[in-house]
């Protein structure tokens, strides 16, 4: 089980960016509502076979986000 809640860890790193979906979308090329479905799907950012697999060996997946320092 993916113990992240993504939906809400995208929109928080928005705020703290001052971005909002829209114009992340347009950062990597894609449309607002693509970006929107992803993130509310959570299969769809992390591949489903790769959680059971996890899940067969006895883990959960937690996320973990490192802020990029900048050169």
């Not at 347009?26 to 929107?36: A, E, F, L």
């Amino acid at each position: 089980m993916v113990k992240n809640n993504i939906e809400v860890d995208v929109k928080v790193k928005c705020i703290k960016n001052e971005t909002t979906q829209a114009q992340l979308a347009g950062d990597i090329g894609t449309t607002k509502s693509y970006v929107n479905r992803i993130i509310k799907k959570q299969e769809g950012v992390v591949n489903k076979t790769f959680v059971q697999m996890m899940e067969a060996l006895g883990y959960d997946i937690e996320l973990t986000y490192v802020k990029r320092e900048k050169c």
